[in-house]
């Protein structure tokens, strides 16, 4: 018996240290508090999908012919939006940056990300082909066409953000944030890795 104990203490132990990373989980619907929040916010969405990014819930939809992707937390509290865009609807500014700082990529999709802070920005995926192989990379741009630093990529923090913050805490980089804070970098995270 005590040899079974030992076994099965052994078998549970293992079988936690290689289940892996929690990965995301593609959800009928949100809870009620979650769903609620959604519908005051994007009361015409269409086509409402949900997956459970760690403690996260985002919502990818169509609302007024848009593809739209929302995030919140499970209280109900809204985080953070990206939403397709057409090139005509981007400033200028934000072209023209991305052109001279990457003028071997071609640019692929725009996306205006939103938060709860109330800072903007684009997010640009932009590629280059080559023989080696293609280089994908999302550029993130204010409206005057400051580019900001892509987190987890070495960039260093940059202001340009309301209130004066720097890039790191919207980005996730080092600094002491709220938990929705954080929550709201998670989602985002999660939009912009390549």
Do not use: H
């Amino acid at each position: 018996m005590r040899k079974l104990l030992i076994l099965l203490a052994a078998a549970s132990i293992c079988s936690a240290a290689y289940a892996g990373p929690v990965m995301d989980d593609d959800i009928a619907k949100a809870p009620k508090k979650v769903e609620k929040a959604f519908q005051k916010m994007y009361p015409g969405a269409k086509d409402i999908e949900w997956e459970l990014k760690r403690d996260i819930y985002a919502a990818d939809f169509k609302i007024d012919g848009k593809d739209v992707e929302a995030y919140f937390n499970a209280e109900g509290t809204w985080l953070r939006s990206k939403e397709d865009v057409s090139a005509s609807s981007v400033p200028a500014a934000v072209k023209k940056a991305v052109k001279e700082a990457y003028p071997d990529f071609k640019i692929e999709d725009y996306d205006l990300v939103k938060d709860a802070r109330g800072n903007e920005f684009y997010s640009v995926e932009i590629e280059k082909e080559s023989k080696d192989g293609d280089t994908e990379l999302t550029v993130r741009v204010l409206a005057n066409g400051k580019i900001l630093p892509n987190p987890g990529r070495g960039g260093r923090p940059g202001s340009g953000l309301k209130d004066g913050r720097e890039m790191r805490e919207f980005s996730g980089q080092r600094g002491a944030r709220t938990e929705s804070w954080k929550q709201a970098e998670r989602a985002g995270g999660e939009l912009e890795k390549k």
